[in-house]
């Protein structure tokens, strides 16, 4: 069997990089296009010397690179994308540009060089502000409220259609909030470098009420694998998460524990929203992939304390 060639967009981001990591180490032939405005080199700098990884800093928009880089490749795993959520309040062309033009470059290009297998990383936040039930895959009509949420909706119907006119196939995978080592923002990120500023009080954003189900980006990568590897529709949507949930305090408290910390006064802004485009609760329904056979190893709150205690460490070293 001939080894398999990967072209990873965002390779150097978060679950990129945990990405990468797992399919060199299953011998993959691997290339990383990132332009490293979110991600990070030393996050794939353990491969920089393999004969089967290739590192290309550039960026989605660059359709002269993109053309030329993803020549000879079997397998796309498109993952680059504004992941700061609130930036969008200040310039709306972000996500216009990160999420749906980006990825309409991905498409064209794999059109015009006859790659036909993508994963691409969607979000729970196509969902928008939904009811307090778990949501499944078919709930609708969806109508996110923040911008990346819109485009990674526009994403999933540009992938959609390319599929049927092009005879592509494609995982589309719908993330809950996924959290661990190297993650560059998120709620934990946040509220660590807080109390490193400040050990004795604790912003948070929103009344601290909001839940949601978090995922270990380990568990992340193994329910990304797992559903290519079993799943052979031609366009096959899942889900990615847990069936339980942490609220925010808790996270708060988890940090503050350990971090060492006592007595830290917690500072709420107020309000159900974190930030215009916030989602405040989410349950998701996640019963397709686990009748494919994939469950999460860890709870929301087992997946917390694992990656509280994996960025503490990481932001003091």
């Known amino acids: 069997m001939s080894v398999k ?23 993959y032939r691997v290339t990383v296009y990132d332009n490293l405005v979110l991600g990070k080199a030393k996050n794939i700098k353990d491969h920089s010397d393999n004969n089967n990884f290739k590192f290309i800093t ?26 700061d959520l ?26 015009h ?7 691409f990383s969607s979000s729970a936040t196509i969902y928008g502000d939904v009811p307090l039930t778990p ?6 009509p969806v109508l996110p409220i923040s911008l990346y949420g ?5 994403g999933e119907a540009l992938v959609s259609s390319f599929c049927h006119i092009f005879d592509m196939q494609a995982w589309i995978y719908r993330f809950t909030n996924i959290i661990g080592d190297r993650a560059s923002h998120g709620v934990i990120y946040d509220f660590v470098n807080k109390l490193k500023n400040n050990p004795k009080e604790l912003e948070i954003l929103g009344d601290g009420k909001q839940d949601r189900p978090f995922l270990h980006v380990e568990d992340c990568v193994e329910g990304i694998l797992f559903g290519l590897n079993n799943a052979g529709d031609q366009l096959n949507l899942y889900n990615l998460g847990c069936d339980s949930y942490t609220n925010v305090v808790s996270i708060a408290d988890m940090v503050a524990e350990e971090m060492g910390l006592e007595n830290v006064a ?8 974190g930030w215009r485009g916030d989602v405040p609760q989410l349950r998701f329904n996640i019963d397709k992939i686990n009748r ?12 917390v304390r694992r990656a509280v205690r994996e960025i503490v460490r990481e932001l003091n070293t």
């Open 135 to 140: 949501i499944a895959e078919n709930y609708g």
């Open 5 to 27: 060639k990967a072209f990873i967009t965002g390779g150097a981001g978060f679950i990129g990089s945990h990405l990468v990591d797992r399919l060199m180490a299953e011998n």
């Open 292 to 303: 494919l056979g994939w469950k999460a190893r860890l709870t929301s709150d087992e997946a």
């Open 86 to 111: 609130r930036i969008a309040t200040i310039d709306t062309s972000i996500d216009l540009n990160q999420e749906t033009i980006a990825t309409y470059n991905v498409l064209e290009m794999m059109r």
């Open 58 to 83: 550039a960026d989605l928009l660059d359709t002269d690179t993109l053309d030329k880089t993803m020549i000879g490749h079997d397998i796309v795993f498109h993952f680059a994308a504004n992941q």
């Open 113 to 119: 060089h006859g790659i036909k297998k993508m994963v």
């Open 266 to 273: 917690y500072k709420f802004t107020g309000g159900r929203r």
């Open 150 to 154: 819109a485009g990674k909706l526009a």
